[in-house]
């Protein structure tokens, strides 16, 4: 029998993982009327003190004028995915993003488009959540197909936005977001060839509608991860 009080301690990596991932996210996510509660709520999840020192800053200096600065329309940065992509169409990353998030039955948040850092980077964490629940259930086969599910999700679809959005927050962005940047690449892994923004994928891109795509190379196909197409 577990015990509520004595976690299985190979969950607390993971779990540990999880909330750098969420503050992560929380900061690149616009700072909204209870931005600062959810950073609050998560100081006491984080155990290295650069991501602890990156929560107490981001409350201090965020605020939502900054952030469209930032990130907005006018803004220097581009933290879309679609704005990286140097393989596919808009249509095809999306869909490709929208059957990852359903087949380990996540929600984005209605606030960012699907393809944002920020979602990205929730999805993270919520598959290192999900590594975590099945090292309790001591199921082994989804442990291992979320395992899989995120060092894909990580190599594809994070690194491509993290190590761009770092370089131009290097250039043109707020020390507290460069440092967030620079954790969520380092996170992601190696840093991807240098891809041109994608222009054709800005906002208001009639091409961003084209949703409705069939398999092409290059996507991941997260079906071979789910054999049973399940979700975990």
């Known amino acids: ?128 959540v999900k590594i975590a629940y099945a090292i309790l259930l001591r199921d082994r086969e989804a442990e291992g197909t979320a395992r899989r599910a995120l060092e894909t999700f990580l190599s594809r679809f994070v690194a491509p936005v993290a190590w761009p959005v770092f370089r131009q927050l290097e250039q043109a962005g707020p020390a507290f977001l460069a440092a967030a940047a620079c954790l969520a690449a380092e996170r992601s892994g190696p840093e991807p060839e240098t891809a041109a923004t994608a222009t054709a994928a800005w906002p208001g891109s009639e091409s961003l509608e084209d949703l409705n795509c069939p398999d092409t190379p290059g996507v991941v196909q997260v079906e071979s991860l789910l054999p049973d197409r399940r979700a975990l």
């Open 1 to 128: 029998m577990i015990s509520a009080a004595q976690p299985v301690p190979e969950l607390v990596p993971h779990l540990e993982r999880a909330a750098e991932w969420r503050l992560l996210s929380q900061v690149f996510s616009y700072p909204g009327e209870d931005w600062n509660r959810s950073i609050r709520l998560l100081l006491d999840c984080l155990r290295e003190e650069r991501f602890r020192e990156l929560a107490r800053t981001a409350m201090s200096a965020s605020e939502p004028g900054l952030w469209m600065s930032v990130f907005g329309p006018a803004g220097p940065v581009r933290a879309r995915a679609v704005a990286w992509e140097g393989r596919l169409q808009p249509g095809y990353l999306l869909a490709a993003l929208s059957s990852y998030y359903g087949a380990f039955a996540y929600e984005p948040p209605a606030a960012e488009p699907p393809d944002h850092l920020a979602v990205l980077l929730d999805f993270a964490a919520w598959l290192e």
